[in-house]
């Protein structure tokens, strides 16, 4: 099996051990680096910049999920612009909403999320151009706003989706989707084919749509471990109240409200005990390097093309998690 793979960064730890992961995963064969806009984190847009000096190659940067509720266009197409022009076909970027609860903490309230994402995106193409942009939304208003320079290669953009209008509208406007991590490999099936669906409608050619999804990836030599790795970042990412259909449809017991609750106090170590090992391998990858292997084959057969994995552990393990990324990406599974 080779397959294109990705290494996602969340925020949590400090930039240079971000560095220091990023130049290992460059060097295992990731093909995308995609660094987390957590409210209240490392900054994802100067992070990829940071990436593009200190691991050099061909790895695309990838910022995520730049939020429409929080962020200008003028300042985020300038910042990207930015990347591309000092990593040339470098710069990619995932739009999408951000989380409920981060949002309200930051005084926002998300209010007709496709529509907001939308006008972000168009917003961010027109300015890319170089020409004056005229746009009158809901969300976004621009009167005559350019940028100086251009881009010299185009610039994707992912739309970061849950829920089934938003997963329409990565067909309808983006070049690629991401799925969030925590869904199960049905959820990713069902998800692509609605994005297709609607790309269809459209009468859009889906010839190189990116089909992307985040997986919190633990490998460890005895399972175990990266069992327990994987449940507390599956715990953290359940505090989203879009992830309520992919639990549901999976049958797992899961008390989502009370991972809520638990998230919200920032109460880490509470949540994580809701959530069961059978959750745990239904919603990531995690086991030993064999396992890991043979699941990373159960989500690119549900359609990914580019598994974004979130490597979790002691050191050790996110050695051997690499080492699985050097023997999938080189095709040697």
């Known amino acids: 099996m080779a397959v294109r793979i990705g290494v996602n960064f969340d925020g949590f730890v400090p930039t240079s051990a971000a560095i220091a992961l990023a130049r290992d995963a460059v060097a295992a064969g990731a093909e995308s680096l995609w660094v987390a806009e957590h409210l209240g984190y490392r900054e994802a847009i100067a992070t990829c910049m940071a990436f593009a000096f200190a691991a050099p190659g061909r790895a695309r940067m990838v910022p995520t999920a730049i939020s429409p509720y929080v962020s200008h266009p003028v300042p985020t197409a300038m910042a990207m612009a930015t990347l591309e022009e000092v990593a040339p076909g ?75 209008d938003m997963t329409r509208l990565a067909g309808r406007v983006g070049d690629g989707i991401v799925l969030s991590a925590g869904v199960s490999t049905d959820t990713v099936r069902r998800s692509i084919a609605l994005a297709a669906e609607a790309a269809a409608a459209e009468g859009r050619d889906m010839t190189g749509f990116r089909r992307a999804g985040y997986i919190f990836f633990g490998v460890s030599e005895n399972g175990r471990d990266a069992i327990d790795a994987v449940r507390t970042k599956l715990a953290f990412v359940m505090r989203n109240k879009f992830l309520a259909e992919n639990i549901k449809a999976s ?83």
């Open 90 to 164: 470098r710069a990619a970027i995932a739009v999408g909403t951000g989380n409920p609860m981060f949002l309200k903490e930051s005084g926002q309230e998300m209010v007709k999320p496709v529509r907001a994402v939308r006008e972000f995106v168009a917003a961010l193409r027109a300015l890319w151009s170089g020409e004056p942009v005229h746009q009158e939304g809901e969300f976004v208003t621009l009167a005559g706003a350019r940028l100086a320079f251009t881009p010299s290669a185009e610039i994707p953009i992912y739309v970061a989706a849950i829920g089934p």
């Open 251 to 333: 049958g797992i017991a899961v008390d989502h409200e009370a991972v809520i609750a638990a998230i919200a106090r920032r109460d880490i170590a509470g949540a994580a005990a809701l959530v069961s090992d059978e959750a745990v391998d239904a919603f990531g990858i995690a086991g030993t390097p064999a396992h890991c292997i043979k699941r990373l084959e159960d989500f690119v057969a549900a359609g990914l093309d580019e598994p974004v994995l979130g490597l979790l552990g002691s050191p050790e393990n996110c050695r051997l998690g690499l080492d699985v990324i050097r023997r999938v990406a080189g095709g040697a599974a």
